[in-house]
Protein backbone atom coordinates (compact mmCIF):
# COMPACT_ATOMS: atom_id res chain seq x y z
CA UNK A 1 0.00 0.00 0.00
CA UNK A 2 1.28 3.11 -0.43
CA UNK A 3 1.74 6.02 2.02
CA UNK A 4 -1.12 8.12 0.10
CA UNK A 5 -3.23 5.58 0.16
CA UNK A 6 -2.31 4.63 4.04
CA UNK A 7 -2.85 8.68 4.79
CA UNK A 8 -6.74 8.51 3.08
CA UNK A 9 -7.33 5.45 4.69
CA UNK A 10 -6.65 7.74 7.94
CA UNK A 11 -8.97 10.58 6.70
CA UNK A 12 -5.49 12.52 6.78
CA UNK A 13 -5.13 15.01 3.98
CA UNK A 14 -1.80 16.90 4.09
CA UNK A 15 -1.24 20.63 4.87
CA UNK A 16 0.87 23.04 2.52
CA UNK A 17 4.41 23.72 4.26
CA UNK A 18 3.96 26.64 6.42
CA UNK A 19 5.92 30.03 6.05
CA UNK A 20 9.04 30.25 9.06
CA UNK A 21 8.79 32.36 11.92
CA UNK A 22 11.75 33.44 11.68
CA UNK A 23 15.30 33.47 9.86
CA UNK A 24 15.15 29.34 9.07
CA UNK A 25 13.54 27.50 6.42
CA UNK A 26 10.91 24.44 6.72
CA UNK A 27 13.90 21.66 5.17
CA UNK A 28 17.50 21.41 4.40
CA UNK A 29 17.95 18.21 2.10
CA UNK A 30 21.63 17.20 2.25
CA UNK A 31 22.67 13.95 0.61
CA UNK A 32 19.80 11.36 1.02
CA UNK A 33 18.90 12.94 4.73
CA UNK A 34 16.45 15.40 4.97
CA UNK A 35 16.12 17.58 8.53
CA UNK A 36 13.09 19.05 9.13
CA UNK A 37 12.93 21.94 11.17
CA UNK A 38 11.04 22.11 14.21
CA UNK A 39 7.04 22.69 13.77
CA UNK A 40 5.13 23.53 16.94
CA UNK A 41 1.08 22.12 17.23
CA UNK A 42 -1.59 24.01 15.86
CA UNK A 43 -5.16 23.85 16.72
CA UNK A 44 -7.77 25.54 14.21
CA UNK A 45 -4.21 26.75 12.35
CA UNK A 46 -3.20 28.97 15.02
CA UNK A 47 -0.76 28.37 18.28
CA UNK A 48 -2.10 25.03 20.36
CA UNK A 49 -0.81 27.02 23.61
CA UNK A 50 -0.65 25.09 27.10
CA UNK A 51 1.26 23.66 29.55
CA UNK A 52 1.65 19.99 30.42
CA UNK A 53 1.30 19.50 34.07
CA UNK A 54 -0.91 23.09 34.73
CA UNK A 55 -3.22 23.50 31.43
CA UNK A 56 -3.24 20.14 29.56
CA UNK A 57 -3.47 16.26 29.86
CA UNK A 58 -1.25 13.59 28.59
CA UNK A 59 -4.38 12.58 25.83
CA UNK A 60 -4.29 16.37 25.12
CA UNK A 61 -0.80 16.48 24.10
CA UNK A 62 -1.01 12.83 22.27
CA UNK A 63 -3.36 14.67 20.04
CA UNK A 64 -1.80 17.75 19.35
CA UNK A 65 1.83 15.58 18.45
CA UNK A 66 -0.53 13.47 16.09
CA UNK A 67 -1.37 16.98 14.82
CA UNK A 68 2.19 18.60 14.41
CA UNK A 69 3.45 14.80 12.43
CA UNK A 70 0.35 15.95 9.94
CA UNK A 71 2.33 18.90 9.54
CA UNK A 72 5.56 17.59 9.29
CA UNK A 73 4.67 14.82 7.14
CA UNK A 74 2.88 18.24 4.51
CA UNK A 75 6.73 19.61 5.05
CA UNK A 76 8.20 16.50 4.18
CA UNK A 77 6.28 15.61 0.94
CA UNK A 78 6.72 19.75 -0.30
CA UNK A 79 10.40 18.72 0.44
CA UNK A 80 10.98 15.25 -1.81
CA UNK A 81 7.86 15.34 -4.09
CA UNK A 82 6.64 11.74 -3.00
CA UNK A 83 6.24 10.45 0.34
CA UNK A 84 6.71 7.20 -1.53
CA UNK A 85 10.46 8.03 -1.11
CA UNK A 86 10.95 7.75 2.48
CA UNK A 87 13.50 5.12 3.22
CA UNK A 88 13.13 5.99 6.47
CA UNK A 89 11.64 8.16 9.75
CA UNK A 90 15.41 8.21 11.23
CA UNK A 91 15.62 10.31 14.23
CA UNK A 92 12.02 12.10 16.09
CA UNK A 93 12.97 15.21 18.61
CA UNK A 94 10.12 16.36 20.53
CA UNK A 95 10.29 19.46 23.12
CA UNK A 96 6.92 19.24 25.50
CA UNK A 97 5.71 22.66 27.30
CA UNK A 98 5.44 21.23 30.54
CA UNK A 99 6.17 22.25 34.14
CA UNK A 100 8.72 20.81 35.95
CA UNK A 101 6.54 17.86 37.85
CA UNK A 102 5.45 16.86 34.47
CA UNK A 103 7.08 13.31 33.45
CA UNK A 104 4.79 12.15 31.03
CA UNK A 105 7.07 13.70 27.85
CA UNK A 106 7.28 10.19 25.90
CA UNK A 107 3.75 9.69 26.10
CA UNK A 108 3.11 13.26 24.27
CA UNK A 109 5.39 12.20 21.74
CA UNK A 110 4.09 8.91 21.44
CA UNK A 111 0.78 10.64 19.27
CA UNK A 112 3.52 11.72 16.57
CA UNK A 113 5.45 8.32 16.66
CA UNK A 114 2.54 6.08 16.45
CA UNK A 115 1.23 7.93 13.45
CA UNK A 116 4.43 8.06 11.82
CA UNK A 117 4.43 4.18 12.54
CA UNK A 118 0.55 3.47 10.90
CA UNK A 119 1.43 5.74 7.92
CA UNK A 120 5.05 4.28 6.96
CA UNK A 121 5.03 0.60 8.37
CA UNK A 122 8.35 -0.68 9.69
CA UNK A 123 10.42 2.62 7.48
CA UNK A 124 8.18 4.97 10.40
CA UNK A 125 9.90 3.23 13.38
CA UNK A 126 12.77 5.56 14.73
CA UNK A 127 14.87 6.59 17.17
CA UNK A 128 13.71 9.79 19.64
CA UNK A 129 14.38 12.05 22.30
CA UNK A 130 11.45 13.49 24.26
CA UNK A 131 12.52 16.47 26.41
CA UNK A 132 10.03 19.11 28.99
CA UNK A 133 11.09 22.25 28.39
CA UNK A 134 10.04 25.39 30.23
CA UNK A 135 8.07 27.23 27.32
CA UNK A 136 8.29 26.56 23.31
CA UNK A 137 7.84 29.73 21.09
CA UNK A 138 4.37 31.36 20.64
CA UNK A 139 3.54 29.42 24.20
CA UNK A 140 2.75 25.89 21.72
CA UNK A 141 2.55 22.85 23.95
CA UNK A 142 4.52 21.02 21.40
CA UNK A 143 6.94 21.03 19.29
CA UNK A 144 8.64 18.19 16.96
CA UNK A 145 11.46 17.89 14.53
CA UNK A 146 12.33 14.81 12.08
CA UNK A 147 15.52 13.37 10.29
CA UNK A 148 14.22 11.51 7.32
CA UNK A 149 16.56 9.18 4.18
CA UNK A 150 15.33 9.11 1.55
CA UNK A 151 15.68 7.22 -2.00
Given at each position: ???????????I?L??V???????????????????????????????????????????????A????????????????????V?????????V???????????????????????????????????????????????????????
Open positions: MSVYDQLEELGTPPAAPAAAYVPFVQTGNLVYLSGHIAKKDGKPWVGQFGRTMTTDEGKAARAVAIDLMGTLHAAVGDLNKKRIVKLMSLNSTGDFTEQHLVTNGASELLGQVFGDKGQHARSAFGVAQIPLGACVEIELVVEVR
